[in-house]
């Protein structure tokens, strides 16, 4: 049995549906098990946010999905991190999270399990590509494996219309008002991708 952690922090949703897109994948291989989970929020995030509805909404939707641990991250043969662009890289959120895992780093305990990141940004050039990269920074310091999106299996990146994917993640564009909701070729690259980890994780669950 490979365990899988589908492990997210959403503001407004986007990354919350394609960190479900990516479950189903993992559920389409046999032999393993899914968990799904969200980073804390900050409470000067929710006093400053929780005047927009849609950061409510979207938090209300998530209320049912439980906060990650470090016990989670331990038991995870295979993770995934949904992760929205902050200024072209990771949230604080998830940054504070990596931080307080330091006992992982030094005990080894994420090293040679592969990873995969998946990410969202309102502009198809607002950082996409750069969220990926600069997230693959702490995901090598903790000794990870990292996965990508392969052309061969995405046929949907081969396109000029303003969805995202690339060879380093799955994506969704949010559009510049945020009100564009994950697409279905968006979706799919996501699920392809859980899928992708979970058969990684799998082949090399006590192997390395
Ligand atoms: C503080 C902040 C910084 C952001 N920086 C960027 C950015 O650099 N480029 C961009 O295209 N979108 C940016 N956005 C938009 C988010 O990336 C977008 O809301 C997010 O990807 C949607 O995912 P979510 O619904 O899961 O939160 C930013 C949003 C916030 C709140």
């Given at each position: 049995?490979?365990?899988?952690?589908?492990?997210?922090?959403?503001?407004?949703?986007?990354?919350?549906?394609?960190?479900?897109?990516?479950a189903?994948?993992?559920?389409?291989?046999?032999?393993?098990?899914?968990?799904?989970?969200?980073?804390p929020e900050f409470?000067?995030?929710?006093?400053?946010?929780?005047?927009?509805?849609a950061y409510v909404?979207?938090?209300?939707?998530?209320?049912?999905?439980?906060?990650?641990?470090l016990d989670d991250l331990k038991w995870a043969d295979g993770i995934l991190w949904g992760i929205p662009t902050r200024y072209g890289m990771m949230p604080a959120q998830i940054k504070q999270l990596l931080d307080s895992a330091g006992s992982l780093w030094a005990n080894g305990d994420l090293e040679g399990k592969p990873t995969a990141?998946?990410?969202?940004?309102?502009?198809?050039?607002?950082?996409q590509e750069s969220t990926a990269i600069t997230s693959f920074v702490p995901l090598m310091h903790f000794?990870?494996?990292?996965?990508?999106?392969?052309?061969g299996e995405n046929p949907e990146q081969m396109t000029?219309?303003?969805?995202?994917?690339?060879?380093y993640a799955a994506s969704t564009v949010a559009?510049?008002?945020?009100?564009?909701?994950?697409?279905?070729?968006?979706?799919?690259?996501?699920?392809?991708?859980g899928k992708r980890v979970a058969k990684v994780a799998k082949a090399l669950k006590g192997n390395l």
């Open positions: 049995m490979a365990n899988i952690l589908v492990v997210y922090y959403s503001s407004y949703g986007h990354i919350h549906e394609m960190a479900l897109a990516a189903e994948g993992v559920k389409q291989v046999d032999g393993t098990e899914v968990k799904v989970v969200k980073v409470e000067v995030t929710k006093k400053y946010m929780s005047q927009q509805d909404k979207a938090q209300e939707a998530q209320a049912d999905i439980p906060e990650v641990t990141v998946i990410t969202s940004s309102n502009t198809i050039h607002g950082g000794g990870m494996i990292y996965v990508g999106l392969p052309y000029s219309e303003g969805i995202g994917g690339s060879p559009g510049a008002d945020g009100s564009q909701q994950p697409q279905d070729a968006e979706k799919t690259m996501a699920t392809r991708l």
